[in-house]
């Protein structure tokens, strides 16, 4: 199966995990603020084309700093609010953002795997449908997450075999989200 298989239009979703593919990961740390947002190269950029291929955007995130205590949720919506505005500026848009401040070992069903933030997002966006959607992230959980509700799964990674994920169930795979646009770009636009 190829991307231009999938027949993606306006009644497509992507769902887009944050830290790794919107923003530089801090490993064994969060991003507690604006000063410590960095955004991936050509990320900003893939925005515009994504919003002419797919109908919707969304952002799903755990959180867990919240949780630990390490971080407010003011400002993580405030990195959020910069960021959606960063992103405006390159002209594209992202319609919702959903976060879990859950802790790993609380199972929390709004924590990746657990499908609530999805859940949410299609109460907040009736016209959603997860068999016409794509759910682009670099983890285990980010692909548990999409298998779970019957996404595409896209893993955004360009070292698979560094994250112990050959066993994990995805669809295609890009090393950046700006190579998933281009290939996106040639298959639609």
Not at 17 to 32: A, E, Q, S, T
Not at 66 to 83: C, F, Q
Not at 165 to 187: H, I, R
Request: net charge neutral.
């Amino acid at each position: 199966m190829s991307l231009k298989d999938l027949n993606i239009d306006s009644r497509w979703t992507l769902f887009l995990d944050r830290d790794g593919i919107i923003n530089r990961l801090r490993v064994n740390d969060y991003v507690k603020n604006w000063d410590e947002f960095e955004f991936l190269p050509g990320v900003p950029e893939s925005f515009p084309v994504l919003n002419r291929i797919f109908g919707r955007l969304i952002i799903v995130t755990n959180q867990q700093g919240i949780g630990k205590g390490i971080m407010e949720p003011g400002l993580v919506e405030e990195v959020h609010r910069r960021m959606l505005e960063a992103i405006r500026q390159k002209g594209g848009d992202i319609q919702g953002i959903y976060y879990c401040p859950a802790l790993e070992k609380d199972r929390d069903p709004c924590r990746k795997p657990g499908t609530g933030m999805a859940h949410q997002a299609r109460r907040d966006f009736p016209q959603i449908e997860f068999s016409r959607s794509v759910m682009a992230g670099d983890s285990a959980g980010d692909m548990e997450f999409g298998r779970r509700l019957g996404m595409v799964n896209v893993l955004i990674t360009a070292e698979p075999h560094k994250k112990n994920l050959k066993e994990v169930p995805y669809d295609f795979q890009f090393c950046d989200l700006p190579a998933f646009t281009a290939e996106l770009k040639k298959c639609y636009l």
